[in-house]
């Protein structure tokens, strides 16, 4: 029963997709609490230890999915391949019904899910994570296969090269990467765009900015 499954969440709110194919969507977050990759610029650390955060009945959260009124949920951490209740998460919520997307570091195979809209955020080198821990071929192949979105955080050309020896290894399709400019203030991302945004013009990638950032700046909940 739903009522007998616990989740641990860092937070849920509502807001608007910030990043990635579907910005600027009316969204509902839930972000899982716990994660183990460990990536030096996240903006969600807070969201690492898996014994802060908030315990909930999965019924409980559910229904504060729907008193949030939005159609689209966004199931975020953490790292939510590293949760057990992943799978009675989004199956529920497919059968609510609501859009549900998945955002992953992809260090895992991915769980047979009704998920809409995987978006796997594949960490580069800058992110200090061991390769052998942040690119798991089988994984990365998965995902693909599923027609997941993969988002990339670049900086300068040496990640761009990075992102371009992925999707050579990969054979991951050019409309399915998107780029992000690498930065945690307002002043960082304008100061990058125009150089990713030529990056993409130049490989057929999309180009996403980081909205949330742009509008609020380094700031939880929205």
């Known amino acids: 029963m739903n009522g007998d499954v616990v989740v641990r969440v860092s ?3 509502a807001s608007i997709q910030g990043e990635g194919p579907s910005v600027g969507t009316p969204s509902v977050f839930v972000r899982l609490q716990g994660c183990s990759v ?38 975020t951490g953490g790292e939510p ?11 529920t919520l497919h059968a ?9 570091a992809g260090i895992a195979m991915p769980p047979d899910l009704p998920v809409d809209q995987w978006n796997v955020s594949l960490k580069l080198a800058h992110s200090g994570v061991p390769a052998e821990r942040r690119l798991v071929a089988a994984a990365i192949d998965r995902f693909r296969d599923l027609g997941a979105w993969f988002k990339f955080v670049v ?26 400019p690498l930065g945690m203030r307002r002043e960082e991302q304008q100061a990058l765009m125009p150089e990713v945004i030529s990056w993409c013009n130049r490989h057929g990638f ?3 900015p980081r909205l949330h950032i742009l509008v609020w700046g380094p700031k939880r909940g929205v």
């Open 155 to 180: 900086g300068d050309e040496r990640d761009l090269d990075e992102v371009l020896a992925i999707q050579a290894r990969h054979v991951l399709p050019s409309h399915r990467i998107v780029l992000m």
């Open 11 to 13: 937070e849920i709110f």
């Open 38 to 75: 460990g990536c030096a610029w996240c903006d969600t650390k807070y969201s690492w230890d898996s014994g802060r955060g908030e315990e909930l009945t999965l019924e409980s959260l559910l229904d504060r999915v729907k008193e949030s009124g939005a159609q689209n949920v966004v199931v």
């Open 81 to 91: 391949l590293e949760h057990a209740v992943l799978v009675p998460l989004v199956r």
């Open 96 to 104: 609510l019904p609501r859009r549900v997307e998945v955002e992953t």
């Open 206 to 208: 999309r180009f996403s």
